[in-house]
């Protein structure tokens, strides 16, 4: 007689998963949230300060860096990417995040690699300052190998109704100011496989870092949640680009009113060597990169010229590097970049 074992689910080590993984995710918890662990769902309270609170919902997941992770055996900084790429979107749109869950699929259930999974995702959401409200990691016996998993998640945020951030503040005079990512973040992964990885390979160095091309391509993500919830807070911000697939030109381009165009300048901010390595391994001319990666800068703030150097001063205040990396203009949608 077949069982559920003999068509490849393992209930025992999801037994033992969810116990690992209990004290790791009501960690994150605090007074807030609404329910325990293990059941149906569970919820979060909206914090207190809001008179017409509205919530807001994003979705993403860390892509095929995931496989180079596992190829590697460096899968620890995951849980930054999943949650940067998913409470910075958020915070693009002016919400404060407050709570997340996760989606894991996996071949089989390996409850110590899993562990480590949530652990990663845990301790980006408490430097995030959210609660990880639960998940679910599921067996796909047959359908994906034995070693392959994937990563996905949701984050739930709040705004004060009629301050959401959506661009349509934005004017010429305008101007951008750059905050700095030191690595890939997740986006861009399957051209850096065709072209870094195999070229170098993951033991190979990357020229002029002096590290190895799995090391520099699996640090994780920045948050910049923190950042962007204290700048709206503390400065007029007209606009805001989270600065993921599709790069600067793609990004920025989305929160661009119209009769407006971006103007940057490529020499305004350090772009790390990643970058170049990757075109040079390649050959992937100049416009491609900057409609792939993020080219070094992975959030983009919008803001009087006034307000310009406060940014810089905040941001770096909080150990982000920052720059004024272009204007706004009259004109027609387009986002030029000098190089």
Do not use: Q
């Not at 662990?37 to 979060?44: M, N, S």
């Not at 700095?180 to 990885?197: D, E, I, K, M, Q």
């Amino acid at each position: 007689m077949a069982t559920y074992h003999d068509a490849g689910v393992d209930r025992d080590a999801a037994d033992t998963l969810v116990d690992r993984i209990r004290p790791i995710v009501t960690k994150t918890w605090h007074e807030g949230v609404v329910s325990g662990f293990g059941g149906f769902a569970t919820g979060i309270e909206i914090p207190a300060g809001y008179d017409d609170p509205v919530l807001m919902l994003t979705t993403d997941g860390v892509g095929t860096k995931a496989a180079l992770a596992r190829d590697a055996g460096r899968i620890d900084g995951l849980g930054w990417d999943l949650v940067a790429m998913c409470v910075d979107d958020l915070a693009a749109a002016g919400a404060m995040p407050i709570a997340m869950t996760d989606y894991l699929a996996v071949g089989r259930i390996e409850p110590a690699r899993e562990e480590r999974l949530v652990s990663s995702i845990a301790t980006a959401c408490s430097a995030a300052g959210i609660a990880l409200l639960g998940g679910e990691t599921a067996e796909h016996p047959g359908v994906m190998g034995i070693g392959d998993f994937d990563l996905a998640g949701a984050a739930l945020g709040v705004v004060e109704r009629g301050r959401e951030i959506d661009g349509t503040a934005i004017v010429p005079g305008d101007v951008i100011v750059g905050i700095a990512s030191p690595n890939l973040r997740s986006n861009g992964f399957s051209l850096v496989r065709a072209t870094l990885v195999t070229a170098l390979g993951l033991d190979g160095e990357v020229p002029g870092t002096g590290r190895s091309v799995a090391e520099v391509l699996l640090e994780p993500s920045v948050i910049y949640s923190p950042l962007v919830t204290c700048l709206i807070e503390a400065e007029t911000v007209h606009g805001l680009a989270h600065i993921t697939g599709g790069g600067l030109p793609t990004n920025l381009g989305r929160i661009l009113p119209a009769g407006s165009e971006a103007r940057l300048d490529a020499r305004s901010w350090e772009r790390p060597a990643v970058f170049d390595a990757v075109a040079a391994a390649g050959g992937v001319e100049t416009d491609e990169m900057f409609r792939t990666f993020n080219m070094g800068i992975g959030f983009a703030v919008v803001t009087p010229a006034s307000d310009a150097a406060a940014v810089v001063s905040s941001a770096e205040a909080t150990a982000h590097r920052a720059w004024v990396i272009g204007e706004v203009a009259a004109g027609d949608g387009t986002v030029h970049i000098e190089v």
